[in-house]
């Protein structure tokens, strides 16, 4: 999946969580979705997150590959665990989110996700799958797009002077 229907993706999911939940949209639940969506590409040197990384990504990458140990539950729940318990926020909440969000999109793809990293190397896959940039990808990412809208609109901002909190 491409950086930006990660983004959108993400941005619908939380935002259909915050429509329908007590959860706030928030400027900063946005911003914790939107680089929780983009995180666990940190570890793929030309993604839109690693070139931005100063570095990072190729250590990453060097130590774990591509799709290894950052799209799995054990890195999504050690962060988890430490973000929400030490430091709970809009915005740690929405990055979980994300993240939680990112490696469930690759899980649909065809190339799968090793979710039971370092257990098994086996990458798993939803049933049915999209194709990385193929039109059923194009597709997603307009249907995501029109739901974040739908969502925003109809009843994920409580009232306007809210989502400026923190
Ligand atoms: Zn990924």
Redesign the pocket.
């Known amino acids: 999946?491409r950086y930006h229907t990660?983004i959108v993706s993400s941005l619908a999911v939380g935002t259909g969580i915050a429509a329908y939940t007590p959860v706030s949209f928030t400027i900063a639940y946005a911003a914790g979705l939107t680089l929780g969506s983009l995180l666990?590409?940190i570890d793929?040197p030309n993604?839109y997150i690693g070139r931005r990384s100063f570095g990072v990504a190729k250590q990453v990458n060097k130590a774990f590959g591509h799709?290894g140990f950052?799209?799995s539950l054990l890195a999504w729940g050690a962060i988890t665990i430490v973000l929400l318990l030490q430091y709970f926020s809009p915005f740690t909440l929405g990055l979980c989110l994300g993240y939680a969000f990112?490696?469930l999109?690759?899980y649909c793809s065809s190339q799968g996700?090793p979710l039971l990293w370092p257990f098994s190397k086996k990458r798993y896959r939803f049933v049915i799958t999209y194709r990385t940039s193929s039109f059923l990808e194009t597709l997603l990412f307009y249907c995501f797009l029109v739901l974040f809208i739908y969502f925003l609109t109809n009843g994920a901002i409580e009232d306007s002077s809210s989502i400026f909190l923190f």
């Open positions: 999946m990660h666990p590409d793929e993604s799709r950052t799209h990112h490696v999109a690759d996700v």
